[in-house]
């Protein structure tokens, strides 16, 4: 997840504090319990803005959900990802466990959050780098809108997902219903969330997340 002089296993995806505000927010709009930030995705102001979704980039519907299954691949062939997912749970300090170091092309699912595929949004999470090399979301921040997500099923169906939107969240400006919210009640959707911005030294951490979100527009095999 970071490079430079950190040892393997400290920094985290976001701060303790953020993943507590994820667990609420999961329980909350996982399943459309509110209406979430109403489909808006442009990047937001104040936050270090990435691509966000560029006018005249044309997307393709909404599929309906699928039955809630768990997901044992993703593919994104557009940055070159093609990796297996595991379930991950919560450390002792409350955060979401990415994969270990020693796996760094593999990704991480909130396995008690939504099936990717199911009405919610399903949460997946990887490592950028170590402190040796890229890891397997080293260039998630060059998905465009418009790309496609592949999440292989354990059933063998694949849910099939197109990007809309790519920001860039400082931690200090961290917001967690935009980040975890629905976009739009009733649909499936995915995020991707990694490290981004800068590698600070003093607290062994990145400065910022890069978070790509995505909705279900295709199934296969079900």
């Given at each position: 997840m970071?490079?430079?002089?950190?040892?393997?296993?400290n920094g985290r995806l976001?701060?303790?504090l953020?993943?507590?505000?994820?667990?609420l927010a999961l329980w909350l709009w996982g399943r459309d319990a509110t209406d979430g930030p109403g489909g808006a995705s442009a990047p937001t102001t104040g936050d270090v803005a990435a691509v966000g979704r560029p006018l005249g980039v044309p997307l393709p519907?909404?599929?309906?959900?699928?039955?809630?299954v768990g997901p044992s691949r993703v593919d994104i062939p557009s940055i070159g990802v093609s990796a297996p997912v595991v379930a991950r749970g919560l450390d002792t300090t409350g955060a979401v466990e990415p994969p270990p170091y020693e796996l760094p092309n593999t990704v991480g699912w909130f396995g008690t959050g939504t099936r990717p595929g199911a009405r919610g949004a399903a949460l997946?999470?990887?490592?950028?780098?170590?402190t040796t090399k890229p890891a397997v979301f080293y260039n998630l921040s060059a998905a465009r809108p418009g790309e496609k997500i592949r999440v292989t099923r354990t059933d063998g169906s694949v849910a099939v997902f197109t990007i809309d939107d790519v920001q860039v969240f400082s931690r200090?400006?961290?917001?967690?219903?935009?980040v975890y919210g629905v976009r739009e009640p009733g649909r499936a959707e995915l995020r991707l969330i990694t490290c981004g911005g800068t590698y600070d030294k003093k607290t062994s951490s990145y400065t910022a997340?890069?978070?790509v979100s995505a909705y279900l527009t295709e199934a296969r095999g079900v």
């Open positions: 970071s490079s430079g002089e950190r040892a393997p296993g976001l701060t303790g953020a993943w507590a505000i994820l667990l519907p909404a599929r309906d959900p699928l039955t809630p997946f999470v990887g490592h950028v780098d170590t200090e400006r961290f917001d967690a219903q935009k997340n890069v978070v």
